[in-house]
């Protein structure tokens, strides 16, 4: 099984409809990282999350960690077309060390239609 | 604002031959990372550097791969005799103590 589900895997929406994009974990997460990239291109840090029940805001995204389900969610109000392309959730799933290599999901591609 | 860059964007090679990624981490970032992602699979890490040694590397970075930082600005990723399955995009990553990676726009890799 995978250790970072996301989901949905892609996800069509009118803008101005609101979305959310789920990523859980199947260990313990040390730290989860959200991450948008373009097709082909690189990924641009969105947002961190560390603690249970943390909750970040970054213009229209945010994102929320829930520790004990080991899931985040990263909700998007009135969506834009600015804001498609491939969501990636990475996290930190080993305890020990200050190393935080990041296990990624397989990504939520997400069309906005104008 | 300062940015993880890489070089080349592009790269195409015969396999059996070596080529070489450069990164050049953002200029107060200690700890560097390789990632991977072949097409349409997830982003994979390869392996992380910090004081001049490899800190820890994935099954997938065996003997044919190699990490350096040969100056106080540039890491390089080589790959001695490159294979087919080795096409890919290569993201180099850096971050300072905390510990949010920031990622390079890719080397597109593809061995023919």
């Known amino acids: 099984s995978q250790e970072l589900e996301q989901s949905p895997q892609s996800l069509i929406v009118q803008e101005g409809k609101n979305l959310t994009i789920n990523c859980t974990s199947s260990?313990?997460?040390?730290?989860l990282y959200w991450y948008k990239q373009k097709y082909g291109e690189g990924l641009i840090f969105l947002m961190m999350?560390?603690?249970?029940?943390e909750e970040k805001s970054h213009e229209k995204i945010t994102a929320k960690l829930d520790e004990k389900k080991q899931q985040s969610s990263l909700h998007i109000t009135a969506s834009q077309p600015s804001h498609a392309g491939i969501y990636l959730c990475?996290?930190?799933?080993?305890?020990?060390?200050?190393?935080?290599?990041?296990?990624f999901g397989k990504g939520t591609l997400l069309t906005v239609n104008p | 604002e300062p940015e993880v860059t890489q070089t080349p964007s592009h790269q195409v090679t015969q396999m059996g031959q070596e080529v070489i990624l450069r990164c050049v981490p953002i200029?107060?970032?200690?700890?560097f990372y390789w990632y991977r992602q072949i097409l349409g699979q997830k982003v994979e890490f390869l392996v992380s550097?910090?004081?001049?040694?490899?800190?820890?590397k994935s099954e997938i970075f065996d003997d044919q791969f190699s990490v350096e930082r040969p100056d106080g600005s540039n890491f390089t990723l080589k790959i001695r005799s490159t294979k087919l399955e080795d096409s890919a995009m290569y993201f180099c990553?850096?971050?300072?103590?905390?510990?949010?990676?920031?990622f390079g726009p890719g080397t597109r890799l593809l061995v023919l």
């Open positions: 990553a850096s971050r300072t103590s905390g510990s949010t990676q920031y």
């Open positions: 260990k313990t997460l040390y730290g």
């Open positions: 999350l560390q603690k249970g029940g």
């Open positions: 990475g996290a930190s799933l080993n305890s020990g060390g200050s190393n935080y290599k990041l296990t």
């Open positions: 200029s107060n970032h200690l700890y």
């Open positions: 550097f910090y004081n001049n040694e490899i800190s820890e």
